[in-house]
């Protein structure tokens, strides 16, 4: 056996577990002797952990800004991310370090950058003209808050308001404050005797640059000289102001206040408003003011040549119109139209054809954000259709309670979950193309297939086509319409162990080459699943309900004697074999009035029409025992070439023949291991300690955020159904009543020490770290598979590990994964001629396994991962021979075993934040990396890695983030990327025309430099506002696209760095290095590209 130089290990290992490695190498030594050779082929150096793309809608937005020229959108959130939106599939996301709201965002429009700021009174300056924007300049306001900005169309003098009313002005190029200052009490009337209140708008007339347009929050309006340096007019309002807007000809402007009212102003007439609109105010006999309404919190004022202007207005409903959902109004000429939106409007942006504001604006759509959504409504159409949103922001749409991750898929797969799930569209949408179609789709270096599925709250289920860093929705299964719906709270029945979501799916088993795919809901149900492209009306639903249930349950047998209780489908006292029974007649009491063999939900009775798609092969339920309700299923797996499915949960295991409908295996958990149990139970009141029944299991016991609570999976309830086993110092755990089935795996191995040859078998793990194996005796395929019971007896076989079985796999001779054997998919409802049925008798199941045609003296290998180590165990010998403490002070949350770069390893994430692998078989430690705490138990419920090095998890309740772990991907990830910025002409400006150019009265151009620079104004006050020099330029092509690194990874890539320069860079930064072999070409095809270009390289 080959040594390795435990030296090379990266060293984010803890001295745990390099000591850990150390005792493993020895014991790898020893082993090399024994066992037959294995070349590993992975290395620490395929290794690199960095964060890839993030898809979903934006959470918790708070601000939105359009490029009209390049067609870029971005949105910014309350957690200071950054999100830009081109053409469908070019998507991009940011951070600010900080995490501070972002306010505003403006974008220099067709420069390639945006200014964005946020609630701590900092302004950055992005460059988006490189993959993966990076801050040129931040700017921190010390002294005052900054309340609204403004960046008027190609001007670099950025005007910015506060919250004393005062307006700065920024230079974007040097980020530096103008010496030029507007003061609130110079602006307001001398005899005013109160504050103004914060800026709440700042725009300059379209016609004349000079002339500032400044709204004050208390009503106040102010026409502001800035050659003269003094008010031209002074608008005054008695109710609050929330947004400005002008009209393209400079002639006129529109203010929304907080009474529900819009008033129009003449620019030359500042006594009183010119018209006073209140949009949804009832007008009142006697020429009365109308009622007030609720305050209308933005308007925009957009031109057309060829008619009436369009006002466009949030909000301003009026008091009476409780219940009513948020609303956006479209007034054009004399109709008003009424937008119904979903959640309330956080922003929205009309868009228009031309980026002058001194022409005829031209509107062509409106830009909702939502609180929880994106809307598109298309202007132009009659009705005011919303176009359909290309982007994946509906991952959210019932919150998520689990997904998976599979890479690497049948290449058939997504065209045919697609096309069945393109009957599944919505009708009525704008004919138009998608408005915002910025930006360029990155290389595709990755061609394999990839699929994540969501599992959602109100029992859906999602497939996405996760090829190539983008992200596409292909179908939706609805699993909740098999069941009754209560129609009213009063009709609900009292069987609901959930208070709400009771069809929330919580485990997703799926085998992707049969297509069959299995759920477990929170509701104690599994639904078995057939993928067909036909149609079908099934006449009766198959259903199978199991008495499931912890039987060391009778206080009168204090030694622990078994007491038989009521009798169970095959739970038989003979441990070598269990024969299948039908499920027992449903009653709905017991003798002594306990709720008894009821399921928590019921299945329709009616038939069920079923779509191309996925449809309903068999639905099982666990029911109530005697006033128990069923505990939630801990796990769940699915096997098609044996046609069987089987769960556990915290009282025992059952498994189902799907093909027969019978219930195969029904036990207890402690009847699993016969009289070899190694814990000594104390019998229990079930009455006493019944456990909490709802939602997911709280992993990390009780230090979940306070919101995170409530009732339903979605939320993560504390239940202790599914206690995992923790580090001593944590409260002891009724042992006992908790030995809980967590992992179950179908395969072709070894089952017994004596055994010559492998046969079919299921290995249990459990969450005391106990691994069970049980026969499976399977007929004859064909017609005899449907006649002959499979027999299911124990082997006798047990293992042990450390804490919670997490995941099992199994290697052959050479080192290679052997998965489950499958059957390959075939279309079911079509009627076969005879010789397919001939050629079905004769098919045997396809086992991937090179096990089939093993000889004798040839073994397998089990891989065992559980909270705390990981085992290799030799088969048939049963002797551990490697074995590494993955973690001694905290405990894996997900362990996978993955394929990557032709070879396989073990992939894990731990509740302390550290992304490991471990090479295969030797479980060598290849990385180790510190990348994010359990901050909730969001990311521990939906955090998995699949094959080709990816891996993802759920970062907010509406966004997925995708990683990988493969330093090939890293290297590649740049070149996949999309890019935001493209050259484009800005459109002419338009035409004075003759008779404006001879005799004026056409846009009046300013001198800013002149008023604004440095000569004319002077120096700001340093202590006003401090520059800080950002990480972008060149240099943040290779800082932003950098992951988190492991210290000795950084430092082996710094060493890579020093033989190569870069060129001359103003501003090194040596905090994010990324792998400088691959970005260093780039960055020089970078400077060589923007050389002669203005200030947006530094």
């Known amino acids: 056996m080959r040594k390795f130089n435990i030296r090379k290990v990266l060293d984010g290992l803890t001295a745990v577990s390099s000591a850990a490695s150390a005792s493993s190498a020895a014991q790898q030594q020893q082993a090399g002797n024994r066992e037959s050779e294995i070349q590993e082929t992975l290395q620490s150096e395929h290794f690199q952990l960095c964060k890839t793309v993030r898809h979903g809608f934006p959470y918790q937005p708070s601000a939105l800004a359009f490029d009209p020229v390049q067609k870029i959108l971005a949105i910014g959130t309350q957690t200071g991310a950054l999100r830009l939106f081109g053409r469908p599939g ?20 067709n420069e390639g950058a945006l200014v964005s700021a946020l609630a701590d009174d900092t302004l950055h300056l992005w460059n988006l003209r490189q993959k993966r924007p990076a801050i040129l300049h931040s700017l921190k306001f010390n002294r005052e808050r900054i309340t609204f900005c403004h960046l008027p169309f190609q001007s670099k003098w950025l005007y910015v308001g506060t919250e004393r009313g005062n307006i700065h002005i920024v230079n974007v190029e040097s980020f530096t404050l103008s010496g030029y200052v507007i003061m609130w009490n110079k602006a307001i009337e001398l005899s005013s005797k109160s504050h103004p209140g914060p800026i709440v708008h700042i725009s300059d007339n379209p016609m004349d640059e000079g002339k500032l347009l400044i709204g004050f929050e208390s009503g106040t309006v102010v026409l502001w000289d800035l050659k003269s340096k003094k008010a031209d007019y002074r608008y005054l309002h008695d109710e609050a102001i929330h947004s400005v807007a002008w009209h393209h000809e400079g002639k006129q402007f529109i203010c929304s206040h907080s009474d529900g009212t819009l008033t129009i102003w003449n620019v030359k007439s500042p006594t009183k408003p010119f018209q006073t609109i209140t949009p949804h105010g009832k007008q009142l006999k006697d020429g009365k003011k109308p009622e007030p309404c609720k305050p209308i919190l933005k308007v925009e004022y957009k031109t057309t040549r060829a008619g009436e202007p369009f006002i466009i207005l949030s909000g301003g409903l009026s008091y009476d119109t409780v219940g009513r959902r948020p609303c956006l109004t479209v007034m054009h000429g004399k109709s008003t139209a009424v937008l119904e939106m979903d959640y309330s409007i956080v922003d929205f942006l009309t868009l228009c054809e031309t980026p002058y504001p001194n022409d005829f604006q031209e509107p062509y759509a409106v830009v909702v954000l939502l609180e929880k959504d994106l809307v598109l409504i298309d202007l132009a159409q009659n009705g005011y259709p919303i176009f359909e949103n290309p982007y994946p922001l509906t991952i959210h749409e019932s919150p998520v309670t689990c997904c998976e991750y599979f890479a690497d898929c049948p290449v058939d797969l997504i065209p045919a979950l697609y096309s069945v799930g393109a009957r599944q569209k919505r009708q009525g949408y704008s004919k138009k193309e998608w408005p915002i179609s910025g930006g360029n789709w990155g290389l595709i270096t990755q061609s394999y297939p990839e699929i994540i599925i969501t599992g959602h709250a109100d029992g859906s289920i999602k497939f996405w086509d996760a090829s190539a860093i983008t992200l596409q929705v292909l179908y939706k299964l609805k699993t909740a319409k098999v069941f009754e719906k209560s129609r009213n709270k009063d009709d609900r029945p009292n069987t609901d162990i959930v208070d709400e979501d009771p069809y929330a799916i919580q485990i997703i088993s799926w085998c992707p080459e049969s297509r069959m795919l299995c759920i477990a809901g929170v509701s104690a149900h599994v639904i078995i699943y057939r993928f067909s492209k036909q149609e079908v009306t099934t006449e009766v639903i198959p259903m199978l309900e199991v008495r499931l249930l912890y039987e060391i349950n009778d206080i009168e047998s204090p030694d622990g004697e078994q007491v038989p209780p009521l009798p169970t489908p095959g739970t038989g006292s003979n441990p070598q074999s269990i024969v299948p029974q039908s499920h027992p007649s449903t009653s709905s009491s017991s003798s002594d009035g306990l709720r008894d063999n009821v399921p928590c939900l019921k299945v329709k009775n009616s038939p069920l029409k079923q779509s191309p798609g996925y449809q309903i092969e068999l639905v099982i339920q666990l029911v109530w025992v005697s006033g128990e309700p069923p505990q939630q299923i801990t796990s769940l797996a699915v096997n098609s070439a044996y046609g069987l499915v089987v769960f556990g949960n915290c009282n025992g295991i059952a498994m189902v023949d799907y093909l ?3 219930v195969l295996l029904n036990l207890g958990t402690i009847e699993l291991y016969g009289s070899n149990d190694p814990y000594r139970r104390e019998p229990r009141s079930p009455r006493k300690t019944r456990q909490p029944s709802g939602g997911l299991c709280d992993i990390n016991e009780g230090t979940v955020v306070p919101e995170d609570r409530c009732k339903s999976p979605t939320s993560d309830v504390k239940d ?33 020490k004596a055994d010559t040859s492998p046969s079919p078998c299921l290995w249990v793990g459990t969450t005391l770290g106990t691994v069970l194996v049980i026969v499976l005796n399977l007929p004859p395929g064909g017609e005899q598979r449907l006649l002959q019971p499979v027999i299911v007896s124990p082997s006798g076989t047990i293992l042990r590990l450390k804490g919670a079985i997490l995941r099992m796999a199994f290697l052959d001779t050479t080192g290679s994964l052997v998965s489950p054997a499958h059957e390959p998919w075939r279309e079911h409802n079509v009627p076969e001629d005879k010789d397919e049925k001939d050629k079905l008798k004769k098919r045997r199941p396809v086992s991937v396994s090179p096990s089939s045609s093993q000889e004798i003296s040839e073994n397998q290998y089990a891989v065992i991962c559980s909270e705390k180590q990981a085992k290799v165990i030799s088969l048939p010998s049963q002797n551990c021979i490697y074995k590494q403490n993955i973690t001694e002070t905290s405990f894996v949350l997900r362990g996978d075993i993955v394929s990557l770069s032709n070879s396989i390893c073990l992939a894990c994430f731990c509740a302390n934040g550290h992304i490991m692998t471990f090479s295969l078989p030797s479980l060598r430690p290849l990385l180790d990396v510190y990348y994010l705490p359990l901050t909730n138990m969001r990311i521990a419920r939906t955090f998995c890695f699949t094959n080709n090095g990816q891996a993802l998890y759920l970062v907010s309740p509406t966004e997925i983030q995708r990683l990988t772990y493969s330093q090939e991907t890293c290297e590649n990830l740049q070149e996949m990327l999309g890019e935001l910025f493209t050259p484009v002409e800005t459109p002419e400006a338009p035409n004075r025309g003759f008779f404006k150019g001879l005799f004026g009265g056409g846009a009046q151009s300013l001198d800013r430099e002149e008023l604004f620079g440095e000569s004319a104004s002077g120096k700001a006050s340093r202590s006003l506002a401090q520059h800080i020099p950002g990480p972008g330029g060149i240099e943040g092509v290779k800082g932003a696209a950098s992951g988190v690194v492991g210290e000795l990874a950084r430092a082996r890539l710094a060493l890579d760095e020093r033989g190569q320069k870069l060129g001359e860079l103003e501003e090194k930064t040596a905090a994010m290095l990324y792998s400088a072999d691959s970005f260093s070409k780039h960055a020089h095809e970078m400077m060589l590209k923007y050389k002669d270009k203005k200030w947006y390289q530094f």
């Open 90 to 109: 070019v998507e991009c996301y940011c951070q600010h370090d900080s995490g501070a709201a972002v306010i505003q965002l403006q974008f220099l429009i």
């Open 660 to 662: 027969q409908k019978t």
């Open 720 to 752: 202790n159904s599914f206690s995992r086993s923790r580090s001593s110092s944590v409260t002891s755990i009724d042992k006992e009543s908790r030995e809980a089935i967590s992992a179950l795996h179908f395969c072709e191995t070894f089952t017994r």
